[in-house]
């Protein structure tokens, strides 16, 4: 059963605006979430993650905003660019290192 | 660094033979983790070794697959006897004991 839940398959935005990826979760253990970038025929690589005694992580163009009575975070690129077209996955874990990964949603950001 | 290291990159075989995936983590990192990805299944977990010991297993779909970590610079995920539906691309990632794990470029298998 998927615990992490990405429901957007794929997003397309122009370029400078914002992009808003969501997330959902059904376990209320989870303690820390990430999120990961991947772009084809390569790895998945770390690009922000949060604590759940935080509602809010900032780096930079990327912010990540954690609603644990909704079981919801969401990601925000500002602006987004040509570059930050790729596959982000939304990924969970109960304080250990094993991960629960969401089926990931693919951005587009059109020039 | 290098990065994680994952060899071969692509990997056809026959249903029946044996498969062997490598991975040579990031110098320095403590904990070693096999993820597959697969369409329907998405990425999952497959097993992880903290310190060369594996930790958890559970992942590990069947007795078919097995993975060993002789020391800190490599790793395997041997698959015998392989079947069609293990086609997927197998990622390894190495962490130094916080969550955000470092991935390779992963290894494509397919088994026809």
């Known amino acids: 059963d998927q615990q992490v839940k990405q429901n957007s398959p794929s997003l397309s935005v122009q370029e400078g605006r914002i992009s808003i990826l969501n997330c959902d979760y059904t376990?209320?253990?989870?303690?820390?979430f990430l999120w990961y970038k991947k772009y084809p025929a390569e790895g998945p690589t770390f690009l922000i993650s949060i604590s759940s005694i935080k509602d809010k992580n900032e780096d930079g163009r990327f912010t990540v905003f954690l609603n644990k009575s909704a079981k919801h975070l969401s990601l925000h690129i500002v602006p987004s660019q040509p570059g930050d077209s790729a596959v982000y996955f939304c990924a969970a874990s109960l304080g250990d290192y094993k991960l629960s990964f969401g089926a990931g949603t693919t951005v587009t950001v059109r020039a | 660094d290098a990065g994680v290291i994952q060899s071969p990159r692509h990997e056809v075989t026959e249903m029946g033979q044996e498969v062997t995936l490598r991975c040579k983590p990031i110098s320095g990192h403590d904990y070693l983790f096999w993820y597959r990805q697969t369409m329907m299944r998405g990425l999952e977990l497959l097993i992880y070794f903290n310190n060369n010991v594996p930790i958890d297993d559970s992942g590990m779909p069947e007795d078919r697959f097995s993975a060993k970590m002789p020391n800190a610079s490599f790793s395997t995920l041997k698959i015998q006897p392989s079947e069609p539906r293990d086609s997927a691309v197998y990622f390894c990632a190495s962490s130094a004991g916080t969550f955000e794990a470092f991935f390779g470029q992963g290894t494509r298998l397919t088994v026809v």
């Open positions: 376990n209320s253990m989870f303690d820390y």
